[in-house]
């Protein structure tokens, strides 16, 4: 079992859906939790992080921890062609000797 | 704030000979770089972590004669990737972790652009 799962899509939704996009984990000692975007031939960009559980809102985008079930979510309203990319969490535990263990992407297209 | 940038952004090159790839932190001082390779359609897999003025901890099946790592400041690391051959085109990203960011986010990583290597 890998430590981080993510459905890799592709996800296809039309012009101002609201995108849910998931991951699961399995270790616990994880602490920090992050969101990154990639465009296609890009270095991924960070767009949320979040210590422990709770919610994280930064305008079109919602971040969720829930480490009960050990299950993150991103949330993107008002959804445009320009938010089209692969989305990939990300995880770490708390010491700062821990590496981030990433998820395998979800492909995000947005239809104009 | 925190940016990370990468040089060359593509290159190509004869097989067996080296390409250097640059990382920098332009507004932050990286403690750690790390370097990661991805191919297409799948996620990034860690190469090596370097801490500034210390040797580099390369994973597991990396070869470090092959992949060398120098990190000698806290704003630039580089990696030379030597006696380069086709199966080595790949899309090499660095990212870079720090003081100073503030509210927790030194525990994030910032990531390069990325640099396209293809070897003829």
New interface residues.
Partial sequence: QKEVEQDPGPLSVPEGAIVSLNCTYSNSAFQ?F?W?RQYS??????LM?T?SSGNKEDGRFTAQVDKSSKYISLFIRDSQPSDSATY?CAM?GGS?AS??I????T?LSIRP | GAVVSQHPSRVICKSGTSVKIECRSLDFQATTMFWYRQFPKQSLMLMATSNEGSKATYEQGVEKDKFLINHASLTLSTLTVTSAHPEDSSFYICSARGAGLGGGAGETQYFGPGTRLLVL
């Avoid at chain 1, 031939?41 to 960070?46: D, F, H, S, T």
């Avoid at chain 1, 990433?102 to 992407?105: A, E, I, Q």
Wanted: no cysteine; net charge positive.
């Fill in positions: 920090y992050m990154y031939r890009k270095g991924p960009e960070l992080y210590y990939l770490k700062s590496k981030i990433f998820g395998s992407g492909r």
